[in-house]
């Protein structure tokens, strides 16, 4: 098997990257795709020696597709990546495109998962799953529970935390079946 070499895909601060980045085991990010420029995640991308390629109107799928394999991308994690990707986007990249998700799904799969989650009678959590064409509707891959507090500001703090240490842990234990 050859080792994975990640795309890690942002649209915000970057937190699950920099936990990605954290992991000093065979662990080869390649490039880090993001749709805003000013994302803190380019900034620790770039700290880190990754490239960043800024998915703009300008770009098709079809060019970040060819530039994933051009770097040598084999495998895709969407850390807080805020952008639905296309299904035959998705469908080129079957089984090797996982994605991180604040709520248990497929409780509250989309946005707002954590205010959503919040505001309900369910318990919250984390879950990591394969992508497929339906949003949030692949394989689960692990899931986690996180306690609820009193205030939203809480509970995000305690999702993300989880958030970090699930990432670690499955990109360190993922592997795709069909590479």
Do not use: C
């Not at 051009?70 to 986007?89: H, Q, S, T, W, Y």
């Not at 991180?100 to 989650?117: C, M, N, T, W």
Request: net charge positive.
């Amino acid at each position: 098997m050859a080792a994975l070499n990640w795309a890690v895909f942002v649209s915000g601060s970057g937190s699950n990257l920099r936990a990605i980045l954290d992991m000093h085991r065979a662990l080869n990010v390649r490039l880090l795709v993001t749709q805003r420029k000013l994302a803190y995640g380019v900034k620790r991308a770039r700290r880190a020696g990754v490239p960043v390629w800024h998915f703009d109107k300008d770009k098709t799928w079809n060019q970040l597709d060819a530039y994933l394999n051009e770097r040598g991308v084999n495998a895709i994690f969407l850390a807080g990546f805020m952008k639905i990707l296309p299904a035959d986007f998705v469908s080129k990249w079957n089984r090797r495109i996982i994605n991180v998700h604040p709520s248990l799904l497929p409780l509250f799969p989309g946005v707002s998962s954590i205010q959503r989650s919040f505001e309900s009678e369910f318990a919250m959590g984390v879950t990591i799953h394969e992508v497929n064409e339906i949003v949030d509707g692949g394989k689960v891959l692990i899931q986690r529970q996180v306690r609820k507090s009193e205030k939203i500001e809480e509970a995000e703090r305690l999702v993300h935390l989880k958030e970090h240490q699930l990432v670690q842990k499955v990109v360190e234990a993922w592997i795709p079946e069909q590479m």
